[in-house]
């Protein structure tokens, strides 16, 4: 399952799964978002903080959930990573996956997410910087540009690496084409 990129105007959802989010960067990276044309819907809990947890497992689930369910959402973005995601994937919405494909943007403990849902919905997501933690800091302009480009453009047959990256040293040139998994 490939989801559509998405268009100026599109909602997209951000919701904290794992760790407590710093409220000035999550307010600093939602800015980023809507300066740049989307429509940022927060979670109810985004906030919430129960010790090392964006609030209780109950909370965390019931806001990644609505926005898999919601079809006006678009995209799932992640206010931060830590720890707490696995407490919650054996009771993820993968019907509401399966009917409505969305990007989803996150890394660190999110990698379980998305790792879950391609074992159980086959969906493709982004691995990248979070709405509370980096977009917040700032991205470099490089990163700006990218992770925009990898919002809005179409995910198949797209180039990992910018033109002239050049520190990386090519061991065996060609093509190749297959599934790439973290």
């Not at 909370?59 to 995209?75: C, E, T």
């Not at 470099?140 to 180039?159: C, F, K, M, V």
Request: aromatic share 4%.
């Amino acid at each position: 399952m490939i989801p559509s990129p998405l268009i100026p105007g599109d909602a997209v959802g951000v919701v904290a799964a794992s760790g407590p989010v710093d409220p000035a960067l999550l307010a600093a990276g939602v800015q980023f978002l809507e300066q740049r044309g989307f429509r940022v819907v927060r979670g109810e809990h985004v906030l919430e903080c129960n010790g090392y947890l964006a609030g209780t497992d109950g909370q965390r689930r019931s806001d990644l959930n609505a926005m898999l369910r919601d079809p006006g959402i678009r995209a799932v973005l992640f206010a931060r990573g830590g720890y707490g995601i696995m407490r919650v994937l054996d009771s993820l919405d993968h019907q509401a996956v399966h009917r409505d494909a969305k990007l989803l943007l996150g890394m660190s403990d999110l990698a379980a997410l998305q790792l879950s849902l391609f074992a159980q919905c086959r969906l493709v997501s982004l691995f990248g910087p979070m709405v509370g933690v980096q977009i917040g800091a700032g991205l470099d302009p490089l990163s700006e540009e990218w992770l925009l480009q990898a919002l809005t453009s179409p995910l198949a047959g797209r180039e990992l690496l910018p033109p002239g990256f050049d520190s990386l040293r090519v061991v065996r040139s060609g093509d190749a084409r297959g599934a790439l998994l973290g």
